[in-house]
């Protein structure tokens, strides 16, 4: 059986607490794995770099040395300490049925530009600036940042067609990798039977410093959410 879901409706369940499938492991295990990454989810690990005043008051024209370096850190950290391997996929474009449902520009503009408003008032951060830039914009407004980073720390990167998260499914089908990491939302996309490459787990999140990952028992939750 193939799996599809409407964005809204997934989301909307995956939100109540049986459905909390989260779950903790050492990202020693991992190690001497070749992992694809959503490129979205990897800048989120590098905003802590990043300069998104500076991408707003020049229109995304400069470069972010900081959160390169940040990103190539990052990279050969997992690399160095952990024997981990990253396929780095990056959006490429917006379906237009996708863009025609999404909200106006303007209206999108507008939140960030309020968000940068709170941070000179003192009542955000840097960081969540640049999470709702991201949020926002998509990770090809850092591609520049994202492609030196790969290319110095000598990692393999794909611009996809069009959304990351199929990319990365797509890798997996074919044994380019041996896991991803994503965001839930992979779900939203047609998944193999538990018995083509068993993509059982979908690694949601990873924290170097205290050396686990967070991933999601994919199988558990479509039994949970699959109708009977």
């Avoid at 709702?132 to 990770?139: A, D, M, Q, R, V």
Wanted: proline content about 4%; aromatic content about 10%.
């Amino acid at each position: 059986m193939n799996y599809k879901f409407e964005k809204d409706t997934l989301l909307e369940v995956l939100a109540r607490p049986e459905f909390n499938l989260v779950y903790d492991d050492d990202i020693r295990t991992l190690g001497g794995m070749k992992i694809a990454i959503d490129a979205t989810l990897l800048l989120g690990k590098a905003a802590d770099a990043a300069n998104p005043q500076k991408f707003l008051q020049e229109g995304g024209a400069a470069l972010d040395i900081q959160l390169q370096d940040r990103l190539v850190e990052i990279i050969e950290t997992l690399r160095g300490s952990h024997q981990i391997e990253l396929l780095v996929v990056i959006d490429g474009l917006v379906p237009k049925f996708v863009s025609d449902k999404q909200n106006n520009i303007l209206q999108k503009s507008k939140a960030v530009w309020d968000q940068l408003s709170l941070v000179k008032e003192g009542k955000s951060t840097n960081a969540q600036l640049f999470y709702s830039i991201l949020e926002t914009y998509g990770p090809r407004c850092f591609l520049t940042e994202l492609m030196n980073a790969c290319l110095i720390a000598k990692t393999e990167f794909f611009i996809a067609p069009y959304f990351a998260s199929p990319q990365l499914l797509h890798f997996f089908r074919e044994s380019m990798v041996h896991a991803i990491v994503g965001s839930i939302q992979c779900l939203l996309f047609e998944l193999p039977e538990p018995n083509d490459n068993e993509l059982t787990q979908i690694i949601v999140d990873f924290d170097i410093d205290q050396g686990s990952f967070s991933f999601v028992d994919s199988q558990e939750l479509l039994a949970k959410i699959s109708p009977k």
